[in-house]
């Protein structure tokens, strides 16, 4: 030991990395309720696509203002729009599945990119809600609103960093 | 981005600097805002559905409870309490916890041949299975001698191990006892080497805690009361365990634990002596020592 100590901590603590738990860590009840709350939110996307398909021609009538009059091509055309955001919804809902699993395993990158899509999320909502007039309760956005912010307390905690950064091999 | 880049291979320095970390703390504390938020959009649902509004208040109180006021705790703990000695565990959220008012001298396997000649039950680790089993005795009543004890830290680690003795038929009542491994060459303020700090505390009722509102066991306020029943029961149980107490080693260690319980002390600090203690007393301790 040489030198003097500091007579106060250094704001550059905050930035240190933690200290590496070791492999042997056990996965904490953090990380497995962060990565079942991104299932739930894969639930909450599936239920919300089958409910636009459902009611689809009223999605369309009511929310664009387009009618459609028996033309067929119109027809076509809005089965098709159907068909291509059921698909794209399909395919991001997979890939947070996967991100589930990853973060479920420990994976680091996955658990912040998982946090950073929470989080703008979040933000996207907070600022309807605040600059705008958005409300939201049970019967609109609240459950995909409180499970995104749960994820990002879950996932942020330092058991799920610790785990997610624990040694391998 | 890829799990390569996080984590450099077991033995390389630790860097001084980590974006992943600035990341990690901003994510930290932007969860503890919107948690606040959450709470509050919560709250003003249960205004919105009548009677059924109550379940939503059951909700916004969990979730302070239990999400929002230990991360705003955590986050301002991680600022203001000092992260040395000061003679107090600290709760996981970071509060000022039980005092540490025993110290031990002697090895692991000594220690526990002391404790368990003495009349004292293991705490078991916080699992699913132990947590499954604290709420099937409750509610069944059946008797849970080795149900675990909440963490508690102290030079950054959780307790090493604890040990309790069950009050007869009342699950809100205990003796507990936590141990900590000193880090090596680590010595008391005063320059007394010893190599295990513990902190006792006697549980005397279940509450809300004041700080974070959570449901949790309420201490008893004269802290020496527990002190001096852990070391009568382990000198009386140990011919060989020797004590030698530091007079008004913690006087000025008083005021509240972390859930907000008064406490109250003489400052004793006994340092306990069991590297005496023969290790035959563990078989010898089994059928007498279950008491």
Redesign the interface.
């Known amino acids: 030991m040489s030198g003097k100590r500091p007579a106060y ?1 250094s704001p ?1 603590d ?5 200290d ?1 738990p070791p492999a042997s860590m056990r996965r904490p ?1 953090a990380t497995a309720f962060g990565a079942v709350l991104v299932v739930l939110r894969v639930v909450a996307g599936v239920v919300w696509l089958i409910a636009l398909a459902v009611q689809w021609r009223q999605v369309l009538e009511g929310d664009f203002g387009v009618v459609l009059e028996g033309d067929v091509d119109a027809q076509t055309l809005s089965d098709t729009g159907l068909v291509v955001i059921l698909a794209g919804g399909g395919v991001v809902l997979a890939v947070e599945l996967v991100f589930a699993v990853l973060v479920y395993r420990g ?3 996955a658990r ?1 990119t998982v ?1 950073l899509f929470a ?1 703008i999320s ?1 933000t996207w909502s ?1 600022v309807d809600y605040f600059g705008g007039d958005a409300e ?3 019967r609109t956005t ?1 459950v995909t ?2 499970l ?3 994820v ?2 879950a ?4 058991n799920a ?1 610790a785990y997610a ?1 624990r ?3 | 981005m890829g799990d390569t880049s996080e984590a450099p291979p077991a033995g390389r320095r630790p860097r001084r600097f980590s974006a992943n970390a600035l990341l990690d703390g901003f994510f930290f504390i932007y969860a503890g805002i919107a948690a606040v938020w959450l709470a509050w959009l919560i709250l003003e649902q249960s205004f919105d559905w009548g009677w059924f509004g109550l379940v939503f208040f059951v909700a916004f109180w969990l979730v302070l409870a239990y999400l929002v006021l230990p991360r705003l705790h955590r986050i301002l703990t991680t600022i203001y309490v000092p992260d040395y000695f000061i003679g107090r565990a600290r709760t996981s959220d970071g509060l000022l916890g039980d005092p540490v008012n025993l110290a031990f001298d002697g090895d692991e396997v000594q220690l526990h041949a002391a404790m368990r000649a003495a009349g004292w039950t293991r705490a078991d680790d916080v699992t699913v299975a132990s947590s499954w089993r604290i709420v099937a005795s409750t509610v069944t009543g059946r008797s849970y001698d080795e149900a675990p004890v909440s963490p508690l830290f102290l030079f950054g680690r959780q307790q090493d191990f604890a040990y309790q003795q069950e009050v007869e038929g009342n699950p809100a009542k205990r003796h507990h006892v936590r141990f900590w491994r000193t880090p090596d060459g680590w010595l008391l303020p005063g320059g007394r080497r010893v190599g295990w700090l513990a902190a006792g505390t006697f549980d005397r009722a279940v509450g809300f805690s004041l700080f974070t509102l959570q449901i949790t066991h309420k201490i008893d306020a004269d802290i020496d009361v527990e002190r001096d029943h852990i070391v009568a029961t382990v000198l009386g149980a140990n011919p060989q365990a020797t004590v030698d107490v530091l007079d008004d080693f913690s006087t000025g260690y008083h005021s509240r634990n972390g859930g907000g319980d008064s406490i109250s002390t003489d400052g004793g600090l006994p340092v306990l002596d069991v590297s005496e203690v023969p290790l035959a007393a563990i078989d010898e301790a089994r059928p007498g020592g279950a008491s």
């Open positions: 901590e550059g905050l930035a240190r990395p933690p590496r009840a994976s680091n990158w912040i946090m989080t979040i907070a939201i309760t049970l609240l609103l409180a995104d912010i749960l990002l307390l996932l942020s905690s330092r960093r950064r040694g391998r091999g």
